[in-house]
């Protein structure tokens, strides 16, 4: 069926981390089934990496929605200076 993925600009202070959200992130495919919505990451951020809160430094592949919907998922800024943009695919 049809996916329907919604994205909002996530903020993140140089140095930090912030979480990825529903509020940031969100695909819907209408089988109520996030667990099987896997977000699988072609290009990695340049200025940043995607990791699993509770395995901080290490950076991941893929993620679920539900990983997202639990707040397990985060976007760490890595760079020295401020950058102001920065994107994954």
């Known amino acids: 069926g049809d996916i329907a993925i919604f994205m909002k600009l996530l903020r993140v202070p140089k140095g930090d981390r912030s979480y990825i959200t529903t509020d940031v992130l969100l695909a819907l495919d209408g089988t109520d089934k996030p ?3 896997l977000y699988v990451i072609t290009s990695p ?3 940043g990496q995607i990791e699993y ?3 901080p ?3 991941i592949a893929s993620f679920s929605q539900m990983d997202v919907a639990r707040q ?3 976007y760490v ?3 020295k200076a ?3 943009e920065d994107t994954f695919r």
């Open 53 to 55: 809160v509770s395995y």
């Open 72 to 74: 397990i998922v985060c």
């Open 82 to 84: 401020v950058v102001h």
């Open 57 to 59: 430094g290490i950076p």
């Open 77 to 79: 800024h890595k760079a």
């Open 35 to 37: 667990e099987e919505l």
């Open 45 to 47: 951020p340049q200025y």
